[in-house]
């Protein structure tokens, strides 16, 4: 069964510091990552999508992928309040063209001013 | 552009009384996927369509629930009887037949009593 995991918070965080925040899975055939914000009585909207090892950035966000330790990351530089709302992991895997994604139970992030 | 659109926003019924849940992807989208969304369990694939046809329905958690989607504009989600665990956010999202980014609707919001 795949799985994604990521701790559900609150991860608490004062203005203008990084938040980081964590996501593993269990299927080593997954090839496309991605992070979702949901903020609250909301639906989930992207905010980055990462396909290979490395560093990607857009903004004051950067995605981190490490396939060999089947772990994904995002930092939010910066923080603002309004950056304050649960972050989904969302994995997928590539294998036969399947679009089913599983989802993290989601981290809730909480940043004060 | 119109973003994917649900109906009703908000259902209250009571319980054993059919709910019928519907959705409109973005145009010139050809897949189109249902999720349903609680603290408990998070956000949960119920099944997804490509140009249509129903490929992966394994999420729908029981013969109660039935999707379908006639065309290419219009998708249903119905739950016949329904009752008070289903109570949830329902999503509707499409995605292009060609990329993974989905796009979700507003959800709505169900209460069975």
């Known amino acids: 069964q795949k799985e994604v995991e990521q701790n559900s918070g609150p991860l608490s965080v004062p203005e203008g510091a990084i938040a980081s925040l964590n996501c593993t899975y269990s299927d080593r055939g997954s090839q496309s990552f991605f992070w979702y914000r949901q903020y609250s009585g909301k639906s989930p909207e992207l905010i980055m999508s990462i396909y290979s090892n490395g560093d990607k950035e857009d903004g004051r966000f950067t995605a981190q992928l490490n396939k060999a330790s089947q772990y994904v990351s995002l930092l939010i530089r910066d923080s603002q309040p309004s950056d304050s709302a649960t972050y989904l992991c969302a994995v997928r895997p590539l294998s036969g063209g399947s679009y089913i994604p599983t989802f993290g139970r989601g981290t809730s992030l909480i940043v004060h001013p | 552009d119109a973003g994917v659109i649900q109906s009703p926003r908000h259902e209250v019924t009571e319980m054993g009384q059919e709910v019928t849940l519907r959705c409109k992807p973005i145009s010139g989208h050809n897949s189109l996927f249902w999720y349903r969304q609680t603290m408990m369990r998070g956000l949960e694939l119920l099944i997804y369509?490509?140009?249509?046809?129903?490929?992966?329905d394994s999420g729908m958690p029981e013969d109660r629930f039935s999707a379908k989607m006639p065309n290419a504009s219009f998708s249903t989600l119905k739950i016949q009887p329904s009752e008070p665990r289903d109570s949830a956010v329902y999503f509707c999202a499409s995605s292009p037949i060609a990329q993974e980014t989905q796009y979700f609707g507003p959800g709505t919001r169900l209460l069975v009593l």
């Open positions: 369509f490509n140009n249509n046809v129903p490929i992966d």
